[in-house]
């Protein structure tokens, strides 16, 4: 590993090691926490490892006409950022990233607000974040000779790992929790090849099974404790400040489940501008599923200092993690940027997935609880009017499908889980109608759809 330009920092007690001397479960022998990343020429502002500003605009820009495979990634694109390969020839990429930075009209004019943009990591190659983390770790499993890699997961995970696995002629093992993970992306895993095990337990279940094996056998764990899965997962902060001409959102707002994204996305911009590439850093905040809420009971009962693990229910399955494994990474952004932790009812999620999809674009239910978030900071006051605001959508609508389907149908909540929201779901439903096969029949439930 290119131990000489980045080594490992343990988040809990502070001490530091090269990627080499981690442990199989990337947890810390000292304190038990988790590692992340740093760089430490960096930090000299003279330093000869330290990147040019300027100098990577320029480069960066001119990749995306290159012809070389690994520009081509919106990972890789930006690899002065994630010098953790003695070669860069080891990369896996399936053309990861440089996903679209939509801007959403109808949200926004509902909202009385200027600027409002959605950042579609579901644009993926498999249809979620989880690839532009993917690229980066199991890259790092490759040049460290692994045959096998694993990762416990609720869907989004098993499906960008196998494919990336795949991809690199590595063999795959995905642990999920029986009849607790949307078949869509299951099916993914399974497609790309991976050996598939449901266990009868919930996520955490999982990983705590996963974390024996890796123990005992050299399988390399690709769960987002692993801090290469976050130098990959930090990429699409810099796409957001390159697409808005290296200026930064006011507010980032994020899905949590496993509380990682909000982490890595948070470092990202900390580098960028201790680069000098942003002049500052957005607030970040998190919004997590009301059934699925560990973070936000520790911010309203300990401020973030303590979390509890949870039972973890909600429809949003991605988010459906009660013992979210980075809960002290995601505290540490959110109070290091002034951001809030905010909670979504199963209703609030399902019309806020409803309200993206008016816009034209299909996301899973997890992405959603972002825009159900921003109402409720905007109800508060503490959004305002001219304010830039980017919601990160995590995941493409068709890795739930199920979950849409029902919505329209009528069948997705319980009446006491729609209770006071019955207003806004019947706007949003579109029902396939039955007509007959007349252009008079169809002529007419057109103008019954627009009355």
Known sequence: MNDNLHQ????????RISGSEVKPDFRCVDCGDLFEVEYPGWAQRKSLDRPNAG?????????????????HSGVWRFRELLPILDSFGNAVSLREGNTPLYALPRSAKALGMDQLFAKHQGMNPTGSF?????????????ERGFQWVACASTGNTSAAMAAYAARAGLRSLVLIPEGKIAWGKLSQAMDYGA????LKTDFDGCVR????????????????????RLEGQKTPAIEIAEALDWNVPDHLIVPGGNLANSSALGKGFQEMRELGL????????????????????????????????VE?????TAIRIGNPASWRKAARVVQ???????EATEAEIAVAKAELGAEGLGCEPASAVTLAGLKKLRAAGTVGDSETVVLVLTGHTLKDADYTIDFHRGTLLRAEESAGYEREIAALRREARNVDATPGAVLAAMKEAAS
């Not at 490992?8 to 001490?15: E, N, P, T």
Request: aromatic residues 6%; charged residues 25%; proline residues 5%.
């Open 195 to 198: 050996v598939t095990c449901q």
């Open 336 to 342: 290091s940027t002034d951001g809030w932790v905010l």
């Open 209 to 228: 099974v996963l974390t024996e094996i890796v123990r005992e056998a050299p399988i390399y764990l690709l769960n987002s404790v692993n801090p290469y």
């Open 278 to 309: 942003v002049a500052r850093i957005p607030r970040i905040t998190v919004v997590q599923a009301e059934g699925a809420n560990p973070l936000v009971r520790s911010f309203r009962e300990s401020r973030g200092a303590e979390m509890q693990p």
């Open 312 to 316: 973890a229910h909600t429809r949003a």
């Open 130 to 142: 989880k690839d532009t983390g993917m690229t980066a770790a199991l890259s790092v499993a490759r």
């Open 55 to 71: 100098a990577l605009k320029w480069l960066w820009r001119e990749r995306r006409c290159s012809s070389e495979a690994l520009d």
């Open 8 to 15: 490992l920092r343990c988040f809990g007690c502070g001490a």
